[in-house]
């Protein structure tokens, strides 16, 4: 994946994604992660290779693209909610993909709405559903985040820093709702991360990066002091942030 500007931003790479892990992407900032977890949604479109889904095939076409985005939820680091409406109206909107734009500016039906609700439940937000999410801490809105990608009804998350902004008791809680949820419904998950702490806690699989590359791909028990350094640097540990504390 090249940019505009002549900068790689990921070399060339094959990567399968098994069904049902939460895959952690770890490396320093540049390392390569954001533009491989937005490559796979084509929030950026590689410039050479290609995304493959079992379902779908090459993801070469519009029509694949659509198709594909639908099946393939998204979290944010900064949640990209709608502050004036409510947990319930943001989580809703996770349904606007199986449905036109004309379709969009028209009420949906109430079986949709239940989806929505259900999934509030399962964050523990049900009490929460008819609250402005500007009136929820951050770690709140990060489970509204993960409630509207439920009720997209994904076969894949993915999430980029989605725990970046949260203090480390909600970063475990976040991770730890995630994690059971995709292993509940058998839903991929792949999330990019800085917390080595978090990545060993919670992942399946870590992809290290350095420079555009992979450079690990294995289980968290074989990242030891040797495979950290490939990844960060020689005597870089420091460079992993620490867990941070900003929002409650």
């Known amino acids: 994946m090249t940019y505009p500007d002549g900068t790689v931003g990921l070399h060339e790479t094959t990567t399968e994604l098994r069904k049902g892990d939460l895959t952690v992407l770890l490396g320093l900032s540049g390392a390569g992660k954001s533009t491989l977890l937005r490559s796979m949604n084509h929030l950026v479109t590689p410039t050479s290779g290609r995304v493959v889904s079992r379902a779908l095939g090459s993801i070469t076409t519009r029509k694949a693209v659509r198709m594909h985005r639908r099946t393939t939820a998204m979290i944010f680091q900064h949640h990209q909610l709608l502050p004036r409406f409510s947990a319930l109206q943001n989580t809703l909107t996770g349904r606007l993909a199986y449905h036109n734009t004309l379709r969009g500016f028209f009420p949906l039906p109430r079986h949709e709405l239940q989806i ?50 949260l203090d480390p008791s909600t970063s475990h809680k976040v991770l730890g709702l995630l994690r059971r949820i995709c292993n509940e419904d058998g839903i991929t998950a792949v999330i990019s991360l800085h917390q080595l702490e978090l990545a060993t806690s919670f992942a399946d699989r870590i992809l290290g990066l350095a420079g555009g590359r992979v450079v690990f791909d294995g289980p968290p028990s074989e990242l030891d002091d040797s495979v950290i350094s490939t990844i960060y640097g020689t005597g870089q540990r420091q460079a992993v942030e620490p867990l941070q504390a900003a929002s409650a």
């Open 116 to 165: 929505a609700y259900q999934s509030l439940e399962r964050v523990g937000l049900a009490d929460k559903a008819l609250t402005r999410v500007d009136n929820l801490s951050g770690g709140q809105m990060q489970r509204v985040g993960i409630a509207r990608a439920l009720t997209q009804q994904p076969e894949t998350i993915l999430a980029d820093e989605p725990v970046a902004s």
